[in-house]
């Protein structure tokens, strides 16, 4: 079975065009797997018929994991039977999606033994994403994985796969290492990945700084983005170089500073770093005259998620600068304590960031022993609806409740 | 675990990241200098050390097969000495120290038919989902949308002639597994139809508290339908979320007559000058017409190319609309204001307009 | 008892300091009244014991009328006889609050012969504010003040008492005529003023231009605030005039353009009025120079009240921009089309802004039959929960629902 | 209503304004030109026709004895032909024709006792409510706190010194009737406590269910209380709004040892330069210290100086808070935040702060 035996004149179409076809990958992964061969298929029918043929997915994975794998069945096995069953297995990525060429085979061979041989590199979380196997194939994946060095990444209510953006491998501007802190939490919390014991799902996501190249802020449940305390590193050299290669310094950078905290007097940049709100804009369009400055940490925000199902979150401020060294202990006991009082009260299905909401942060903040800081809000309340907690009796004795 | 990873091994995580570092990176870890863009889809750092590490970013459909990982491979070891990276959208980066490389290098890719580019003011790849390819809840298929939009907007991807970043995303059901909220241009696959209820099977595979429950919008309710505890959905309720198809298989909402595709405009997720945004509603309903989507992929280029003729430098989706305004926004798209797109969820209030501060 | 016969220590403090004391009011009216001198004897007990002596009120009036007094009943009776009922009474202020010393002693005369002797002028809605009497004066007060051409403003849940800014009596900003409208308004619904029919109280306030001197954003619940649209009025010469007089309209006045939408090059100040806001600012600052354009009317905004009880709110727009001309028909059928459905539909207590918000703001303006358009909303929608109306059935025939 | 008219005259409404307005506004309604600050409270306006109306701002407690208000008359009669109006800040303006008669008039406006000011870059009189003078809601008095704020801040009412415009008001209760949620710096008076509630009474006075519906954390439920139908308060849930003291006279919050007063800041509602917006918490508990509130005056000063010695022109309260942040204010005035100050009611979670824009 070389050959796709299934016409497909409307995913043929997709082949067309000059961005690269996932209908050329499938037909390619089809000369060799009848799976992918059934894939395209299923898929030119969902063409035809507008919709899905995959069926809710069942529970299925390897043993004493609770994560990893997402089971999927075919509607139509009759018809599509090597599609029947078409798992994904979820693994592990190298932090900062760093490979050698060795590393891409050695995970194809397994994947050509025991799967489609069809891939998503990556998922949106940032694993590795094998996409179809059956039942019968998982464990022994899991074990030549193992072999190889690779683990499984996470689904279902723990902690997701973290990931990183490249950071110091190769960004001048990370504040801090995000591929060794996420190679280190992603250790420290093998249990809390592989077994699901929390409410529901809960995402890490380091950036180096405030442009948040993982979109941590969007869609992590704890963001960590890199920030700098101290004055915006200024070679005034390169400013002028800017300058005479002819860029406008006022309307290009100065005039774009949300904190209209710089000034530019056809000589020399002003920078008030008392102001700056560390956006990067500046240090984004001059990256040779300028850099973030030298006491470099991170911000740990909280709470960003999708809609599903009390609307979309973005992640909020709960430290404004942390140092990040190894071993990272406050980080670690800051993540236990959120755990710890998220999976005592927090709601089925409810991410942390929902969880914050109903219970109040005033209240969240109190719980895991963090004071609370106007750095946490944009404005304070602007509804007198404050729940004061202590009253007088009439002993005049103050009264906690 | 240490007495069961002698039998079999687990927990033992990803492997370390610095095996698979290029020795110039390991070499100049975390002493980066600055960064040049070179040509469209090439860069060179530069480390305080003088050293340059140049990477090629090739753009890719992402659902790729081993055959084709393969090829990446090879190309890595004929000029990379092995190393490559993918990127947080799915774009493979090839990692190279001999500039000389660089051309050999992009003339195989493009053989390969992929293209080189996505750095600096373009289009990168659009962040996209499983849709028909895998998933159960699918409103819309993801690859096939990405790959019909991305044929439009090639160019852009290629060239730098944008005024900033454009971000474009796509999921193909409410989870929005793309986490598209704060895409530049988000494609959304969007249910339009109460589940159709399965009766006859609900009791036996689903909790029918959980279910009523699941309901964001308190539109389920427990009934008997012809004899069979199961139950009913107030259809004026329903929004559509698809919730109580996560939790109970027998809450169909998938309907080829109704799924559908939305348009959103204008989020971020950089703080670069505005602080992160969420993306609006541009448009509300597009109808799934694969193979090629031709009103999704229109829609998207309309919208691309009226921010890039009006946009000034650097300013992203969202940062020109907020200052041209929405109202003048929807004339120049020529996109018609209906009521789906005034909000009524929970913040709804805060998002009508509570000044006179009005244009004409 | 000309005199104070109470010792009031605490209030005497009060009298001292160079702003206008309320307490020498208090005894300058209780040289004559015997109730501003139990009133005092009151407050002095309630600065003694923090606390306030006045019991929930109950429902007094005149004949005829549901609203416009405020009845008030001491808590201490036996102690402060005279002040055993202190009903307040809401009389229509004349539109702009304008007086002639004639009407002001007319109301004098009235008051010292039936109440206190003391008022407010005026209240925060805008009324004339007779502060205490008994019961048995309200109908011989109601007919001296007809009698004198005064009649009740609004209490409960009626049309309260519209107000306005001075407007085009003295203003140069005023975008239409905010007196005749609020006088018509107040005529043209006497009787939805006087006797409360509503689910909660309806407030209207007229402001000439969106410097809104009469807080109507804030505080109405229809809020119709003045506008143009077309283009400023420049005169070229007063700008230069005031930059000669050492205004530094750059920084005074072009950076402080919230839609950026101006420039001055030293010698003409350019305004690109596509892009005007109206917000006000730079007419506010240079009145000699800049005037609004020529082509006037308002803005219709709906919904602002005080946080009791779903949280403060602002007015937002309903109708971006009307002509306000005699007989304000468009008005007076807008207003009769969302009277009616609130009345229909609004439960008890819920004020119009949050019957819009529970209803949604799309299904009320299906109701009062207006389109939506863009200049109604901040932004569109950011969550996906779309309530789509319609849906196909499998015979493809559209669905109504 | 016509037969009713002729025994007793109802629904004749206000008078009509035009018999109140003197000969120079009827010549020149809708006719001016422009505006002068003269000096401090006082202003002209200029018509087209050339003529000018000259404005005295008198500041005013807005309590006032008709003794008071019959010597307005006799000045209007002596300097104004009899014409006079009053602002929506309950202050007093005489309306002068002749320019010569403007001393005269403030020199036995001030022998009275009252200021003149309030106009242009000012603090002009203190919108606010009744307190223990007439309402039964009262959480604190109204009138005295203003006496003594304003006889603290009275300078800033006679001078124009400060950058732009400060609006304060008091309300009594969160009922706000003065509207303060919009001022730049609110005064608000509040119980900590939750309802006393009178069982012996209550169900004769009140609806049990409309009690319990009216509370908007649902913290109230119907309850037998010493063999009596009643209902009791949940009191983590009470934020203390009296809305049920409103609907039902036997929920009494009004306690002596717990109200108190509330300051707020940064509300504005003019549409000038920036957007109407809401007052922010910025002291969440002051005493009521009658008779002459010390804490409350103070804080209330401390803010306003911190504005005035910062602020750029016209930059109003938030406006300036805005741009410096608000950990800069709170460091600047010297204010411990608290828990209280991190909204947790409807909209909370739009609050926080949801970008890394942070200065240091
Ligand atoms: C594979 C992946 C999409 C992709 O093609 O990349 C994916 C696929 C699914 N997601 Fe997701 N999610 C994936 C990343 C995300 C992201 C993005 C991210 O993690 O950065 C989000 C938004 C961020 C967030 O977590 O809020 C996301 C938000 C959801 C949600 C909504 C959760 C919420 O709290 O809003 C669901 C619904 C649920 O969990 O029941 C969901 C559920 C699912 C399920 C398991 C469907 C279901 O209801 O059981 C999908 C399985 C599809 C399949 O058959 O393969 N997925 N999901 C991504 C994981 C790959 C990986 O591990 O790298
Ligand atoms: C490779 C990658 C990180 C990674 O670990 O994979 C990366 C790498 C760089 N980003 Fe990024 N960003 C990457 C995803 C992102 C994302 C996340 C996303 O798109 O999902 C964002 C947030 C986008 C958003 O706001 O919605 C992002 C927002 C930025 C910005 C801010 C742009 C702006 O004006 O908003 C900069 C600064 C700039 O471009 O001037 C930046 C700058 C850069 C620089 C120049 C940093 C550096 O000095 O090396 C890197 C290459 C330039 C370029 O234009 O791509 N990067 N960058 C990601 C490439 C994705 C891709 O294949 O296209
Ligand atoms: C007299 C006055 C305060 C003053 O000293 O000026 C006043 C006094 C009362 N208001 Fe008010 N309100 C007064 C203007 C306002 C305003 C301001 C305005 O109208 O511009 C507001 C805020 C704007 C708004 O309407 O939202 C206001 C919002 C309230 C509320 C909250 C209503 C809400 O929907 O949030 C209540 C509670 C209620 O209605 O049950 C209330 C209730 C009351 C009651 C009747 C107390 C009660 O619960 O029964 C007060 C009677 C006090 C007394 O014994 O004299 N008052 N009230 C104002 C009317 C004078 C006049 O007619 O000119
Ligand atoms: C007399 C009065 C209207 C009335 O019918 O009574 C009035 C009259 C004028 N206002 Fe006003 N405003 C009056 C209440 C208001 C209010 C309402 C309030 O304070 O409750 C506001 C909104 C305040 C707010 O935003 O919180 C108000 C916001 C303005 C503004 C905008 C100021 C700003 O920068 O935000 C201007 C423009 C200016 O001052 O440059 C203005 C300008 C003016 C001008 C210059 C208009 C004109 O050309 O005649 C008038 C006199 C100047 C002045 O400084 O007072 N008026 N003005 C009110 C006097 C109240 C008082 O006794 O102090
Ligand atoms: S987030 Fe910052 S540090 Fe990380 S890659 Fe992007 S720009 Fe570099
Ligand atoms: S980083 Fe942003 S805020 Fe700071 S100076 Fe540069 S542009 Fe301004
Ligand atoms: S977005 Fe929805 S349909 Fe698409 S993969 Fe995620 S859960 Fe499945
Ligand atoms: S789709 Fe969402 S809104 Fe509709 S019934 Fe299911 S859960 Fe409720
Ligand atoms: S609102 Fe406008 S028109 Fe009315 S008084 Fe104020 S400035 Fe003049
Ligand atoms: S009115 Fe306001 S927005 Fe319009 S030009 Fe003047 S300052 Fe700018
Ligand atoms: S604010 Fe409260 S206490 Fe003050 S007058 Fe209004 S209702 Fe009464
Ligand atoms: S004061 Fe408000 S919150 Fe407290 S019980 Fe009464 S109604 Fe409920």
Request: charged share 25%; with cysteine.
């Amino acid at each position: 079975m070389a050959d796709n035996h299934y016409k497909t004149p409307k995913l043929d179409e997709l082949e067309k065009g000059r961005w690269p076809s996932f209908v050329k990958e499938i037909k390619l992964a089809s000369q060799k797997s009848p799976m992918a061969t059934d894939l395209l298929g299923q898929l030119e029918q969902s063409y035809n018929e507008r919709i899905g043929h995959w069926k809710h997915g069942g529970i299925v994975g390897v043993m004493g994991y609770g994560g990893g794998v997402i089971g999927r069945y075919s509607d139509l096995p009759d018809k599509f039977p090597h599609i029947s069953h078409f798992h994904t297995i979820r693994i592990n990525q190298p932090s900062g999606w760093f490979y050698t060429s060795e590393a891409l085979r050695t995970l194809c061979n397994i994947w050509e033994k025991h799967g489609s041989g069809l891939t998503n590199m990556h998922g949106s979380t940032g694993d590795i994403i094998f996409l179809g196997t059956q039942t019968a194939e998982l464990e022994p994946i899991f074990s030549e994985l193992t072999q190889a060095g690779f683990d499984l990444g996470g689904s279902g209510s723990d902690v997701r796969t973290p990931s990183c953006c490249v950071g110091p491998a190769r960004c001048e501007w990370a504040c801090y290492d995000t591929l060794a802190l996420t190679y280190d939490l992603t250790m420290a919390f093998q249990d809390e990945l592989h077994r699901p014991a929390f409410p529901y799902k809960f995402k890490l996501k380091m950036s180096g700084c405030p442009n948040d190249c993982v979109a941590s802020i969007a869609r992590a449940d704890l963001s960590v983005i890199g920030i700098w305390r101290d004055s915006i590193q200024v070679d005034k050299e390169a400013v002028k170089e800017y300058a005479a290669k002819g860029m406008d310094i006022r309307s290009e950078v100065v005039d774009n500073c949300p904190a209209k905290c710089m000034d530019w007097d056809g000589k020399e940049l002003h920078i008030d770093n008392s102001y700056c709100r560390r956006c990067m804009h500046c240090i984004n369009v001059m990256p040779k005259a300028l850099r973030p400055g030298k006491d470099r940490g991170a911000a740990l925000l909280l709470g960003s998620k999708a809609p599903i199902i009390e609307g979309a979150l973005l992640s909020s401020v709960i430290v404004p600068f942390i140092k990040i060294e190894p071993p990272y202990t406050e980080i670690k006991e800051l993540l236990a304590k959120i755990w710890e009082i998220w999976s005592e009260e927090g709601k089925n299905r409810e991410r942390v960031g929902e969880f914050i909401q109903r219970v109040g942060m005033g209240n969240f903040l109190e719980a895991i022993g963090v004071e609370p800081i106007p750095e946490m809000v944009a404005h304070p309340r602007e509804n007198p609806y404050v729940f004061y907690e202590e009253y007088f009796e009439e002993d005049e004795s103050e009264e906690e409740k | 675990m240490a007495e069961t990873a002698q039998a079999r091994k687990t927990d033992i995580g990803p492997p370390h990241y610095e095996k698979f570092l290029p020795p110039i990176i390991k070499k100049n870890y975390g002493k980066w200098r600055y960064h040049e863009v070179i040509k469209p889809g090439v860069m060179v750092h530069v480390a305080e050390s003088g050293d340059k590490l140049y990477s090629v970013r090739v753009g890719s459909p992402r659902l790729l097969s081993i055959q084709k990982i393969r090829m990446y491979a090879d190309l890595a070891d004929k000029y990379c000495d092995g190393y490559l990276r993918f990127t947080s959208r799915h774009n493979v980066e090839f990692l190279l120290t001999k500039p000389e490389n660089i051309e050999p290098l992009i003339k195989e890719v493009k053989a390969l038919g992929h293209p080189v580019g996505g750095i600096q003011n373009s289009i990168s790849s659009i962040v996209h989902t499983q849709g028909w390819i895998h998933c159960h809840s699918a409103a819309t298929d993801a690859s096939g949308i990405v790959k019909s939009v991305m044929d439009e907007l090639i160019d852009y991807f290629e060239n730098m002639k944008l005024p900033g970043k454009l971000r474009i995303a796509l999921a193909c059901c409410l989870n929005m597994c793309g986490a598209v909220h704060c895409s530049d241009i988000a494609i959304l696959g969007i249910h339009r139809r109460p589940p159709k209820i399965d009766h006859d099977n609900l009791k036996n595979i689903c909790e029918i508290p959980n279910v009523s429950a699941s309901c964001p919008t308190a539109a389920i309710r427990p009934a008997t339908v012809n004899g069979k505890p199961s139950v009913e959905v107030i259809e004026e309720r329903c929004m559509f979320c698809a919730n109580c198809y996560t939790v109970c298989p027998a809450m169909k909402l998938n309907d080829p007559l109704n799924d559908g595709v939305s348009i959103w405009v204008g989020g971020k997720v950089s703080n670069a000058r505005h602080e992160p945004m969420f993306s609006k509603l541009a448009i509300p309903f597009l109808p799934n017409n694969p193979p090629r989507w031709p009103e999704v992929t229109s829609a998207v280029k309309n919208i691309v190319e009226l921010w890039a003729k009006n946009a000034k430098k650097y300013e992203r989706m969202g940062e020109w609309i907020e200052r041209i305004g929405w109202p003048r926004f929807f004339r120049m798209a020529g996109i018609e204001f209906r009521k789906e797109h005034i909000d009524d969820f929970k913040h709804a209030g805060l998002t009508f307009k509570r000044s006179t501060h009005l244009t004409f």
